[in-house]
């Protein structure tokens, strides 16, 4: 029997050759992973074009405030995977903590229903970035344009859907290795974004920005009709900067869209916890979340310096103002990607095709995770009986889980559809952030609630030796994350800014709940009459 | 008849005696506890002058009376550790000397071993209710001879039990891990220690598969991809199945009416081969949480009626 004995000179425990005792895997994996969730091309540009519904908002200054703010949440989040290490997260431990029924509801609207609006959301992200701004450098402004309408964005989420479908089948193998080499050629791509903008200066890029404009769409002084343009709608842009606070603090609840992510798919493994295990697991969620916010300082910086920060904001204003019925045309007619104007920078299409793509894998990088959270969600409620058994059915020959997938994936066509062809459906896109913001909630009430509800399980925790002045930090931690949530939600539901707080939007959102509670109320009564006992599923033998 | 049946609790004393209390919670006429029964960890508490130290997930912890020490061997227990009590130079002595910390493993092991089977003795009515114990990859040889001389529980390697009726055959070897632990062997041995035990089955349609092993393929054995040094691949979000090719064949071509493993703690599940309902119920015996399936057999039929996952 080999045996290893950890402590240095004076062994603190000894531990023999036994099934499972792995390494603690790399802190630099996890980082990539809560990289590419927060993920600052597909998510972050995107959201900043939205800028203009707080006018007065500074970038700079929320992005930085919420990356401060949602570092606690990182804080709780670790201290949830340390205590209770299972792949099913937000599920397992508001199952355990606050008990099944309230678990599979969070579970149920945050981790699947609500996946259904993000397949959507995912295809239009992939038109503007893609799609678009491809046709358009290849020549094709009417093939781009085409993109942006109804049946070009419920294509789009159709592809998306099947591309995140494929991928599930597929395997998660062969996919983590794709995520790594695009986590790695998209941040090729970031930087040279970066080095063009740093290397050319404003007046560049107007002549640059005018002449690829007029080759392209074939609009004169593109540059002076954008700047115009946003005046007539009634648009001002900020002064580049900090101030105001207050305004800038509504933006967050935008800047969630993109930075609520870093914990998205951390999981732990491993049974031999020790106090270095919340320190990598809180490094890997923090570096990555502090990565996408240093690329988005990056980014605003650079683009102020070389695009202007009063015509960046102005093109992403004249854009949405448009394209929601304002009677002024942007002088560009698909959205203004920043890494296509960027690309405008150099004449020569082959460099701009290439750049596109190459940003694209920061899209193909991440389309991947969309449902691999409802197979998770719908496999361990499959297995608790509270979905039928076929749920969870693997098919035999090519391992794919097809029923889960027509759970998935049939809703979200539908809700592609309706998403494509109602313009008041699109204003509803932050439903999405604020579903599963409501389901991180109820986990942060979880982790403050820990240690008076499973005082033995928080006692074992690594978590519950890291401390500040004798008070251990995650439970506050977790306060402070409720407060980060109890606030947007706050914004969310009473400043129309945001799109999401009128009836229909409401009736969108609290259909997923009531669904989610018939399903399990439902299943809690067709089991009882076939004799099965749902309540105890997490009920706690007694010791003594 | 119901079935409680549970698996991999490592040494974890609370879910001993979670599972010691399961067959009156669970209103269950019969428990299995299908293998990996010892822990891995044993943390040596220094017995010093007037007070003893021990150093728990890096806290520091320093005891003044017996009754706190007691306490945080208790609290060491219930983590599925062993607390071995030594002098400093005992502590120096088992660094230094050549398979002294093997020797002291494998005794405070059977010492636990040992201690849970009295407590079997009280809880299951002194063997009125069927309690079947078995051996898995990661448990040591001699505590099969334990195992078999207690009178309450019975011990499950290598036989066919007749239960009211079902006959249960039980095997704790695995095929190979990267661990190169006890009782694991290749595919074509597995198959034929299969074939020799499930020949003493004379009724397949009532009878029940324990095996350590999960089925190759089936989502009851995905644990996460390794390394070359044992290392999680991709930050551990890859899976990938590690069961039986031969545990999946036997099921496949006996059929059974119930098919129960472990092995795997991460691969909770259900699934279904053919007339077999295979289970694997996982383990989180770190947490103190007892998982395990409640599993209701019809014996006219020769089939599983109802099965609950639980996390007890």
Redo the contacts between chains.
């Keep these: 029997m080999a045996t290893d004995a950890i402590g240095g000179e004076t062994p603190t425990l000894f531990l023999r050759k036994a099934t499972g005792l792995v390494r603690g895997w790399s802190v630099r994996d996890s980082m990539i992973y809560a990289v590419l969730a927060t993920n600052v091309v597909t998510l972050g540009i995107y959201e900043f074009s939205f800028q203009s519904f707080i006018p007065k908002g500074q970038l700079l200054t929320s992005i930085l405030i919420s990356g401060v703010w949602v570092s606690f949440l990182v804080i709780a989040y670790a201290g949830l995977i340390v205590t209770i290490p299972r792949a099913g997260g937000d599920y397992v431990w508001q199952s355990r903590i606050l008990g099944s029924g309230l678990g599979f509801v969070m579970a149920a609207t945050g981790w699947w229903f609500i996946l259904w609006l993000w397949a959507p959301i995912y295809g239009n992200i992939l038109s503007v970035e893609l799609f678009q701004p491809l046709w358009a450098t290849l020549g094709d402004p009417s093939g781009a344009a085409w993109f942006a309408t109804h049946t070009g964005i419920f294509v789009v989420s159709v592809i998306t859907i099947v591309l995140a479908g494929l991928l599930v089948s597929l395997g998660m193998a062969g996919y983590a290795r794709i995520q790594k080499w695009c986590f790695y050629g998209g941040l090729v791509g970031f930087a040279v974004v970066v080095v063009l903008l740093l290397v050319n200066n404003h007046a560049t890029f107007v002549s640059s920005f005018n002449q690829e404009a007029h080759k392209i769409f074939g609009v004169n002084g593109a540059y002076a009709v954008t700047q115009a343009g946003a005046a007539k709608s009634g648009y001002t842009s900020p002064v580049f900067g900090f101030s105001p606070l207050g305004a800038s603090m509504l933006l967050i609840p935008m800047m969630m869209f993109y930075l609520l992510w870093p914990n998205w798919g951390s999981t732990l493994y491993g049974e031999i916890r020790g106090a270095s295990d919340f320190k990598r697991v809180f490094a890997g969620m923090f570096s990555g979340l502090w990565i996408t916010v240093a690329l988005s300082v990056v980014f605003l910086l650079v683009v102020a310096k070389t695009f202007g920060n009063d015509f960046y904001n102005n093109s992403n204003a004249l854009y949405w103002s448009a394209y929601y019925g304002g009677k002024v045309a942007p002088a560009i007619p698909i959205w203004p990607y920043p890494v296509m104007f960027a690309g405008w920078l150099v004449h020569n299409t082959a460099f701009q095709v290439v750049l596109i793509l190459l940003m694209a894998l920061w899209f193909i990088g991440w389309v991947g995770t969309l449902f691999l959270s409802s197979t998770r969600v719908i496999f361990a409620a499959a297995f608790d009986r509270v979905l039928p058994d076929r749920a969870a059915e693997v098919s035999e020959k090519r391992k794919v889980p097809f029923y889960s997938l027509v759970l998935m994936l049939a809703p979200a066509v539908i809700v592609s559809a309706v998403y494509a062809y109602n313009l008041t459906f699109q204003t509803y896109t932050l439903d999405a952030t604020l579903v599963i913001a409501v389901t991180y909630l109820f986990s942060a009430i979880a982790v403050v609630l820990l240690p008076w509800l499973k005082p033995d399980l928080w006692r074992a925790s690594p978590a519950s030796r890291i401390k500040i002045l004798g008070v251990p930090v995650v439970p506050v931690a977790g306060l402070v994350t409720i407060g980060l949530l109890g606030y947007n939600l706050y914004e969310w539901l009473t400043n129309s800014a945001y799109g999401v707080n009128n009836h229909d939007s409401l009736y969108f959102m609290g259909g997923m709940y009531v669904l989610a509670i018939v399903v399990y109320v439902v299943a809690r009564l067709v089991r009882s009459r076939q004799g099965i006992d749902l309540s105890l599923i997490n009920k706690e033998i007694p010791v003594e | 008849m119901r079935v409680f049946f549970a698996t991999d609790i490592?040494g974890s004393e609370?879910c001993w005696?979670?599972f010691l209390?399961?067959a009156a919670?669970?209103k269950a006429d019969l428990v299995v506890l299908g293998g990996?029964v010892t822990g891995?960890?044993?943390?040596?508490v220094v017995a010093h002058n007037g007070y003893w130290q021990?150093?728990v997930?890096?806290?520091t912890i320093r005891m003044e009376t017996k009754a706190e020490l007691e306490e945080v061997e208790r609290?060491i227990r219930?983590?599925?550790?062993y607390p071995a009590v030594v002098t400093p130079d005992e502590?120096q002595a088992?660094?230094a000397e050549e398979g002294a910390?093997?020797r002291r493993?494998?005794a405070e092991m059977i010492r636990s071993l040992d201690r849970w089977l009295d407590m079997a003795d009280g809880k299951l009515d002194g063997g009125k209710i069927p309690c079947i114990l078995n051996g898995g990859?990661?448990d040591?040889w001699e505590i099969d001879d334990v195992i078999e001389a207690s009178p309450c529980v019975s011990f499950g390697e290598g036989k066919a039990l007749d239960l009211d009726g079902f006959h249960l055959v039980s095997m704790g070897w695995t095929n190979p891990?990267p661990?190169?632990?006890f009782r694991e062997a290749p595919e074509e041995q597995l198959k034929e220690k299969i074939d020799a035990v499930v020949s003493q089955i004379p009724d397949m349609e009532r009878a029940i598969f324990n095996f350590h092993a999960p089925p190759y393929?089936t989502?009851l054995d995905e644990?996460?991809?390794?390394d070359d040094?044992?290392?999680?691949?991709?930050?551990?979000?890859?899976?990938?199945p590690v069961g039986s090719t031969a545990v999946r064949d036997a099921i496949n071509s006996y059929q059974p009416m119930l098919s129960v493993h472990g092995?795997i703690?991460?691969s909770?599940?259900?699934k279904?081969m053919g007339r077999t309902l295979a289970i694997n119920p996982g383990s989180?015996?770190?947490?103190?949480?007892?998982q395990g399936a409640?599993l209701?057999l019809d014996a006219k039929k020769g089939k599983v009626t109802?099965y609950?996952?639980?996390?007890?």
């Design positions: 490592h609370v005696r979670k209390n399961a919670f669970y990996d891995k960890v044993m943390v040596p021990v150093v997930r890096g806290e609290k219930n983590s599925g550790s502590l088992l660094s910390v093997d493993f494998s990859n990661d040591i891990t661990w190169d632990t393929g989502g644990a996460p991809a390794l040094t044992l290392r999680p691949m991709h930050g551990g979000a890859v899976m990938k092995h703690h991460e909770r599940g259900v279904r989180v015996y770190g947490d103190g949480v007892l409640v209701e109802k609950l996952l639980v996390n007890g």
